[in-house]
């Protein structure tokens, strides 16, 4: 465990497990790093794996202020991360928001970066005023009812419930880590990151000129992501789209085998390809 400080002064909480070129996981809303353990414990063998908690999710600091949650600063932490831990040249597995975080990064310091796995991205991308009104419904429901009321209202949701058909345990841990997490921190969190992030589509021409090895993965049942993924197969150069069937939103919950399997996979192809051309 560690802590490493962004450039504003937050402290995120980190965990690191085992050796070789460095991955780094970025959570979705509703997850943190423990969202991550199953696949720590699948490629910490080969790889050094590192996965954080995002700012305004216990232990990391929970800042008082809205203006302190935006899409710009969630990226800029995953720097601070990849910085203040040495970890060189990254490759980055994002899920949901976590996903849309790796995206930004990568196209901003590109040259930090081995390779990215983006696994259920772009909700809201195709109804944005919408996806707005329902992040701040989100924050209401959270400050007025707490972390176990938006657990239970998440967990009901159409792209969640494989997850508790599959797993049940899983489910249960998935509801139980949501419910201790910082009201505060997740509303803000939903307002500032959330509810202000533009739709995937806006950076088509940044997306198109990015030369970063990319996989997509997708459940077949997460509606809301189903065209922003294919949106990022046709205008990502080589980006690789993976379509898991009868799999909703959580995909490294509900399949965490299969998702091993590709995103390892992808990864060592990744560095052998560094190793040929040095």
Partial sequence: MSQVATDDGVKL????????????????????????????????ARHRCVAFNARGY???????SVASYSQEKATNDI?????RLALGRVHLVGVSMGAASVLQFALTQSAHVLSVTLVG???????????????????RTIESG?????????????????LKDKNPAE????LAQLSAMSPLGHASTM??????????YTYEKRIAALRVPA???????????????AFLERTLPGAKLHVLPKTGHAVNLEEPAEFNRLCLGFIDEVDEAARRHG
């Fill in 13 to 44: 909480y980190c965990e690191e497990r085992g050796a070789g070129s460095a991955v780094v996981f970025v959570h979705e809303f509703a997850g943190s790093c423990r969202s991550f353990d199953a696949q720590v414990e699948a490629f910490h």
């Fill in 58 to 64: 216990p232990p990391s600091d929970v800042p008082a």
């Fill in 79 to 83: 720097g601070a991360v990849v910085e």
């Fill in 121 to 139: 991205i772009g909700t809201g991308s195709d109804d944005p005023a919408e996806f707005r009104a329902g992040a701040e419904a989100n924050a």
């Fill in 146 to 162: 707490g972390m176990a009321a938006f657990a239970e209202t998440a967990g009901k949701a159409p792209n969640r419930y494989r």
């Fill in 171 to 174: 489910f249960r841990r998935f």
């Fill in 191 to 200: 307002r500032g990151v959330q509810g202000r992030r533009p739709p995937l």
């Fill in 215 to 229: 996989l997509v993965v997708v459940g077949e049942e997460d509606a809301g992501c189903r065209k922003p993924s």
